[in-house]
């Protein structure tokens, strides 16, 4: 039997942030012998965010697993529909269901230390540089500067649109819950995480595990991509004994 490819993993960011918030994990993934890719979105509209991870996928080979960060949880719920995809990880993320928004979600629960240290201007919603304790506290001041300065401000209304699709309702997913998260809320997370039946980890970590804790991370996702192309195997096996 030829040795089995190993899944694709498509990173997708949420706010504030872009692709380059994976740059601790991509390195790795990649001499590991993983295809790599992260969606660089804008942050303009929920539909196009999601158009643009499918459009992600098809650079890299199939399967692919796709790793959502915050509101890229929201965006990899929709996105994650497609058929390229084998399985979805959540990162302090938001996984909502198929009657929610990333806000309604967001209102069942407390508001966090975050929303005293946003602003709205021209249209976007913009982290003020004091809020950045809030969102990476436990990354060095260096960092967390940069994580300011190259801040990518989403529309203001992004977390009420809404796109049809609930992939975790049909693929497996793995959540990783950070426990001292003050941008959303870590009840938030169990919640979401429970009810999609997802394989869960919790970690003592800010609302940024892939910069603060990338070695838990990264573990993570290794056991998703065993799991993944195990199961695959054994689908493999199985309709070769039955063609027999």
């Known amino acids: 039997m030829p040795t089995q490819r190993k899944p694709s993993i498509v990173f997708v960011h949420g706010l504030w942030a872009d692709g380059s918030?994976?740059?601790?994990?991509?390195?790795?993934?990649?001499?590991?012998?993983?295809?790599?890719?992260?969606?660089q979105h804008g942050l303009d509209s929920h539909a196009e965010d999601?158009?643009?991870?499918?459009?992600?996928?098809?650079?890299?080979?199939?399967?692919a697993i796709l790793v959502g960060h915050s509101y890229g949880g929201s965006v990899i719920t929709a996105a994650g529909t497609d058929s390229r995809v084998a399985g979805l990880i959540y990162l302090a993320a938001f996984g909502p269901d198929e009657d929610e928004t990333t806000q309604s979600l967001q209102?069942?629960?407390?508001?966090?230390?975050?929303?005293?240290?946003?602003?709205?201007?021209?249209?976007?919603?913009?982290?003020?540089?004091?809020?950045?304790?809030?969102?990476?506290?436990?990354?060095?001041?260096?960092?967390?500067?940069?994580?300011?300065?190259?801040?990518?401000?989403?529309?203001?209304?992004?977390?009420?649109?809404?796109?049809?699709?609930?992939?975790?309702?049909?693929?497996?997913?793995?959540?990783?819950?950070?426990t001292q998260d003050h941008t959303i809320q870590p009840e938030l997370q169990r919640f979401v995480s429970k009810r999609m039946g997802a394989t869960t980890f919790e970690t003592a970590s800010s609302h940024v595990p892939m910069l603060s804790q990338p070695?838990?991370?990264?573990?993570?996702?290794?056991?998703?991509?065993?799991?993944?192309?195990?199961?695959?195997?054994?689908?493999a096996i199985g309709a070769a004994g039955g063609a027999s």
């Not at 999601?50 to 650079?59: C, D, E, Y």
């Open 21 to 39: 918030c994976f740059s601790k994990l991509i390195p790795t993934l990649q001499s590991e012998g993983f295809d790599v890719i992260a969606s």
């Open 215 to 235: 070695e838990f991370v990264l573990d993570v996702i290794r056991k998703a991509a065993t799991s993944i192309m195990n199961e695959r195997k054994s689908n």
């Open 107 to 178: 209102e069942k629960f407390p508001p966090t230390d975050i929303f005293s240290h946003i602003e709205i201007g021209d249209g976007r919603v913009w982290l003020k540089p004091e809020g950045v304790s809030a969102f990476a506290g436990d990354l060095s001041e260096k960092e967390q500067k940069l994580i300011w300065a190259t801040q990518s401000a989403p529309v203001a209304d992004l977390f009420s649109q809404k796109v049809a699709g609930t992939a975790w309702k049909s693929k497996p997913s793995w959540y990783v819950i950070a």
């Open 50 to 63: 999601v158009a643009n991870v499918k459009r992600t996928l098809g650079r890299v080979s199939q399967p």
